[in-house]
């Protein structure tokens, strides 16, 4: 593989991980606060239809970046509703919202459209387009670093920018602030949390907001600029790879951007599987590449990379002692 060859699959890994980054996040926050949300897939999925729809019909990627956000808050909270309020089992009610997104956008976007539970192409100020990063044309000409400036890091819409500083405002927000000691606590000991006067329900409501906008931002990324319009069952599993991508990062921000590059590496590599053949010189079906994102995320829910410990008191409901 040629430098150039290198460069080309190096940018279409960071296009394809940028949902499986902020899918990722958003479940950090979630699952630190004690609320497993296996509905990623379904808010990233409600996201796509209604930011491709809404900016369809009026033409403005921004707004339909805001609905997007909307829809995903709406099952967010449906979810914390379930998971929090009435203190049912959130694996159900995850999957329960996976399926109602699944029939939900096709029949809207039927609805709305008639053209087979999609949306129209999206063009011009409907789609987030490419953005050029500071001092390009002077790096260009510098040797290595040049090419990887201006191919790799420039080019992409701001919701890429969007995703990778999201790493580390998330690693200062839940390490550096008393919020983020607070939603940590909750997720390990939410006990110790109440005693100390601070309200459980707020925080882990708080949580599963930040999850919804975050999955509100990943779906509407999909639909409104790594494609353009919304296709049915578009995030292809995407929220169930960002899942796998958080037991694998151990429910760090840091070790989740690495994580979901890996995953959207494989990615790439499944749309060139000219660069394979030429590197191992052997013929591998393209069937077996577009899988290997999947293999990966079974090796990893299968406990092959190490054992990941969740938060001690994910999945358990809350109630307060009197």
Known sequence: MDYATLLQVLAST????????????????????????????????????????????????????????????????????ASITF????????VALNFVA?????????????????????????????????????????????????????GHSILVYLALAAVPASWWLLYRTRFGLRLRAVGENPESVDTAGVSVIRLRYTAV????????????????????????EMTAGRGYIALAALIFAKWRPWYALWATLLFGFLQALALRPDVIEGTLHMQIPVSFLDALPYILTVIVLAGFVGRAIPPRAGGDPYVKER
């Not at 203190?87 to 995850?94: D, E, F, H």
């Not at 907001?209 to 049915?232: E, I, K, P, S, W």
């Open 14 to 81: 960071l296009r394809l991980a940028t949902p499986l980054l902020l899918a990722c996040l958003a479940g950090l926050y979630s699952e630190r606060s004690g609320i497993f949300d296996i509905g990623l897939e379904g808010k990233m999925l409600m996201a796509a239809m209604a930011s491709g729809a809404i900016a369809a019909l009026t033409g403005s990627a921004w707004i339909g970046l805001a609905a997007g956000i909307g829809a995903s808050l709406l099952l967010a909270a449906i979810h914390g509703l």
């Open 102 to 154: 699944s029939g939900a956008t096709v029949l809207i976007a039927q609805a709305l459209f008639q053209q087979g539970g999609r949306t129209p192409p999206l063009t011009g100020a409907a789609r987030f387009e490419p953005l050029a990063l500071p001092f390009l044309d002077t790096l260009k000409g510098v040797p290595l670093f040049g090419p990887f400036y201006a191919q790799v890091l420039s």
């Open 209 to 232: 907001a930040l999850t919804g906008v975050l999955c509100g931002v990943a779906g509407a990324y999909m639909a409104t600029a790594l494609q353009a319009g919304f296709g049915r």
């Open 87 to 94: 203190r049912g089992n959130q694996l159900i009610s995850g």
